[in-house]
């Protein structure tokens, strides 16, 4: 078992790691906006290519054991999106003018970054991070998840290497390569900011290091199909979403809450679409290998394939099914079905009456998601509406696969990121995607203005002059 106190030779590797990012955040202090903006690009393409992300993600799957090498590699397209976004930023001097208002905002860097790496996101972190740091000006050291770290490794190395070529200083990106829960909670302690991506023991971490931290909160996804879902639509987006990196993503649909109506076209086609329909005693059995006692998840059935998860749990499934699907009934922290799966195993709810599909809604995430995303397929905006205004969430997804769009995509308005906030529900200080205004700090000039003062009548309305106590 890893030593959970730091050693003194751990303690001077941290602190020597931040004097040189300390060093380095001076060295690019100067850089202008067509500087930041041609390393961005530049390391984009080095890590992101198809070739070399392909060959980190099958690394990542192989060094950790977890993850899907089919789909694992699309990630990269996150990369495209995040580099859409930033490009079409300013990142310092005047970002924002409110002419109207007086006011001029000046982005400045926020200085060094401790990045904490999920086991499941080994190459994407590490360059998203990298871009939206670099584009602001900032230096960013990483602490890899033990379980992937030559991945993280080699993914930071090859930055430093785009670095060298372009005359920049390598410490602008840092490694640690042996780590640890100690030296990472050093690290957090000394810089300037965390951004911790994974789950909630590193998010809690983060929080407590005493420095400001973005965390991210538990997913949960849940979908509404209500009665003009188009099933076989709907199925398709769900397959997408759910069996993308053996749903080991917070965003990955967790329960589907269906109307009575169209829940049988449903089931069949989401069996079309190469889910596998668990019986009451599969369904047991389920339950049974992927929770302990406790009702923690299982290490071993986190995202892994259906095939793997049906093997461990003592069935078999035919060729070409790719996720497995349960019927339940019941919600509560006593029903481990309702609450987030990591793996391509999705919970099918049945509700009669928009009412009842709110409230199953509440329920879920009563047990667990607050913050994150909700999803659903409906062509009425009543629906939506009411959807909107009571989901604890702070992302809804209309009619596409949610793991692949509540972090943006190329057909959504959705801030590309690959670092979800949860807000207060979810234990976070933001509800938005953590993307590139995160990682700067404004300084706002205010000049002098026309008087802006409503009369006591006008700001008082109908109290005005009213009894007085």
């Known amino acids: ?165 372009e005359g920049v200083p390598e410490d602008v990106f840092q490694v640690i390569e042996k780590p640890c829960i100690p030296m990472a909670n050093e690290l957090m ?31 949960n996804a849940t979908m509404v199909f209500d009665e003009t879902t188009i099933p076989e639509e709907a199925a398709r987006n769900t397959r997408i979403s759910k069996v993308h990196d053996n749903g080991s993503g917070c965003s990955s649909d967790g329960n589907l809450v269906v109307e009575s109506t169209v829940y049988d076209k449903v089931l069949e086609c989401l069996q079309n679409e190469g889910g596998y329909l668990c019986t009451a005693e599969e369904k047991d059995k389920l339950q049974a290998v992927m929770w302990d006692e406790e009702r923690h998840r299982t290490a071993p059935t986190i995202a892994r394939s259906a095939k793997v998860i049906a093997e461990l749990a003592g069935f078999s499934i035919p060729e070409g099914k790719r996720f497995l699907v349960v019927q339940e009934t019941n919600i509560g922290k006593e029903y481990p079905f309702c609450s987030e799966k990591l793996s391509p195993v999705l919970a099918v709810f049945k509700y009669s009456g928009w009412d009842d599909a709110l409230n199953k809604v509440t329920q879920i995430y009563k047990v667990g998601g607050r913050g994150h995303s909700v999803g659903i397929y409906s062509f009425n905006d009543a629906h939506i509406d009411e959807l909107a205004r009571m989901a604890p969430v702070s992302r809804i997804t209309v009619r596409q696969p949610q793991s692949r769009a509540n972090s943006g995509s190329f057909t959504n308005g959705m801030a590309m990121t690959s670092s979800m906030g949860c807000g207060i529900w979810g234990g976070n200080i933001t509800n938005e995607n953590v993307v590139l205004k995160h990682f700067m700090q404004t300084t706002w000039v205010s000049r002098p203005i026309a008087e802006d003062r409503p009369s006591d009548a006008e700001l008082f309305g109908e109290f005005y002059q009213s009894q007085t106590y």
């Not at 998010?203 to 407590?208: C, K, L, M, N, T």
């Open 1 to 165: 078992m890893a030593p959970k106190v730091i050693t003194e030779e751990q303690k001077l590797e941290i602190q020597e790691m931040v004097k040189r990012a300390n060093v380095a955040l001076d060295a690019i202090k100067d850089y202008d906006q067509a500087k930041v903006d041609r390393l961005c690009q530049a390391l984009g393409w080095a890590v992101a290519n198809e070739k070399t992300f392909t060959r980190l993600s099958l690394k990542s799957i192989e060094e950790s054991g977890l993850g899907d090498p089919e789909t694992r590699p699309g990630k990269r397209s996150k990369v495209a999106g995040v580099l859409r976004d930033v490009l079409r930023q300013k990142s310092m001097g005047v970002i924002e003018e409110i002419p109207e208002k007086g006011i001029v905002k000046y982005a400045k860097p926020v200085g060094v970054i401790a990045s904490l790496v999920p086991v499941t996101n080994a190459a994407l972190t590490e360059i998203v991070t990298g871009i939206f740091a670099i584009k602001a000006k900032n230096v960013c050291i990483f602490a890899p998840h033990p379980a992937s770290k030559n991945t993280t490794i080699e993914t930071v190395n090859i930055m430093r290497e785009v670095l060298k070529r």
């Open 189 to 219: 302690a000394s810089c300037d900011v965390t951004l911790a991506t994974g789950g909630q023991q590193m998010v809690r971490a983060a929080y407590s290091s005493g420095k400001p931290a973005y965390g991210v909160g538990a997913g």
